[in-house]
């Protein structure tokens, strides 16, 4: 396995989140009446447990103040305690937290994970401020929502713009706020942690890695090699980049990548490994690589290709530009980078497309994985951990495949249908106090 580390931020192009909600509803409400889901726990899970608010001042390195605006939205914690990540960006607002937090309940679910969803984060352009602002901006945030997290009760870990370095913030700034005895205790308030602050080893590639693992997945399926295969990566932050690390190993050719600073294609293939050192001196954007020509942000999506990955940020794909997409297969890295309108057009093309809540649930699998590391104060190991992911994925995306098959559903439906009618039977056999 590689051992590079550095990965840059996830940088992506600004796009307003409106409409999340109404999507994973409606992906919810589908579900929901193929499976004929109880009409009581339809109403339980239509609506979030707890949404938390915070307005908190820090200093800048100038000596000024300034306020900021920072989320946590629990969803559902009938399975275990709330999971999801916080992200630093300008489009975080309530609604983009509630639909992401929704989407974390599925995901949980539907890897057999002993949580529930939550999301969050704060209202921010992270590259506008230094790291010393970013430190106290994250040590004030967390302090700001003081019990409404914890290892037993809702854990984040690293989202769009936030790092591991973040959660180590986090995670020690909670524990200063513990009695001294429960200090240590309270590691695993957090996962996504450094491997020097008990992170887990494997961490960083585990969303990526399973992004890989689902497409390998769907080519066996299909009895096909990933071997020649052309796809396009929108995002190159950590899931992109190890995504298209692993593809490019199983020898498939990355024609195409998008950021934040624009997009880059040359049809005879990219090396990863070039892209991503060429990030490193270039600010983490992809502009201007040597080894490739520019391409339109407009065209990004028409790129010939088998595989179109879109790692970024959610309503990237729409009935808009999913006329656009000469792509087989879409894997989605990101969260709900595919919109109502744009699947139901891809879906009629017969494009597969394999859905976010399979798709990228590798890095929530390893986050339950570091979360057992630390409770139980065990140190594990890279094979060992990649062994593990392995299998779960596997488990995961044999189920869903099965399940689609069987009802003549589309992947996405059917990871649905599973998801709720584990949190379904578990609000039946306990039922609903008092």
């Not at 295969?229 to 992109?240: A, D, L, P, T, Y």
Request: with cysteine.
């Amino acid at each position: 396995m590689a051992t590079m580390t550095a990965i840059p931020k996830q940088k992506t192009k600004k796009v307003a989140l409106k409409g999340m909600m109404d999507n994973v509803m409606e992906q919810f409400n589908s579900a929901s009446d193929q499976i004929e889901l109880h009409p009581n726990i339809r109403k339980i899970l239509s609506i979030t447990n707890n949404e938390i608010v915070v307005n908190f001042p820090v200093k800048m390195d100038n000596g000024e103040v300034e306020i900021f605006t920072g989320y946590r939205v629990q969803h559902n914690n009938a399975l275990g305690p709330y999971k999801g990540g916080l992200r630093y960006h300008p489009t975080v607002d309530i609604d983009a937290a509630r639909a992401l937090a929704m989407w974390m309940t599925w995901k949980t679910s539907l890897a057999g994970l002993p949580y529930g969803g939550g999301k969050g984060g704060i209202k921010l352009d992270p590259s506008k401020y230094s790291q010393g602002e970013l430190e106290r901006i994250t040590r004030r945030f967390t302090f700001a929502l003081a019990d409404n997290i914890g290892p037993e009760h809702d854990i984040p870990a690293p989202d769009v713009n936030t790092s591991s370095q973040t959660m180590a913030w986090i995670a020690d700034t909670y524990m200063s706020t513990r009695p001294p005895a429960e200090r240590t205790a309270n590691q695993h308030v957090v996962t996504g942690k450094p491997d020097g602050s008990g992170g887990l080893e494997g961490r960083d590639r585990a969303t990526g890695y399973g992004v890989y693992l689902n497409i390998k997945f769907w080519a066996d399926k299909n009895n096909e090699s990933l071997k020649g295969k052309k796809f396009i990566v929108q995002g190159f932050g950590n899931v992109g980049y190890w995504a298209s690390y692993f593809l490019e190993k199983d020898g498939a050719k990355l024609v195409a990548v998008q950021d934040a600073s624009g997009s880059i294609h040359n049809s005879d293939g990219l090396s990863v490994k070039d892209i991503f050192n060429y990030t490193q001196i270039n600010d983490g954007k992809v502009k201007g690589f040597p080894e490739a020509f520019e391409l339109d942000d407009e065209e990004f999506f028409s790129t010939d290709c088998d595989i179109c990955i879109p790692a970024a940020l959610g309503n990237q794909i729409t009935k808009e530009n999913a006329s656009q997409i000469k792509a087989r297969l879409i894997a989605e890295g990101a969260n709900g980078p595919t919109n109502v309108e744009g699947e139901h057009a891809l879906l009629e093309r017969g494009v597969t497309i394999i859905p976010d809540i399979l798709c990228n649930s590798g890095g929530v699998i390893a986050s339950y994985f570091e979360w057992l590391q630390n409770r139980n104060g065990e140190i594990w190991q890279l094979d060992e951990v990649m062994a593990k992911l392995d299998k779960k994925m596997k488990e995961s995306f044999d189920k869903v495949f099965a399940f689609a098959k069987a009802e003549s559903l589309d992947l996405r439906t059917a990871a649905f249908c599973i998801a709720i009618k584990r949190i379904e039977k578990a609000y039946i056999q306990r039922g609903i106090f008092p």
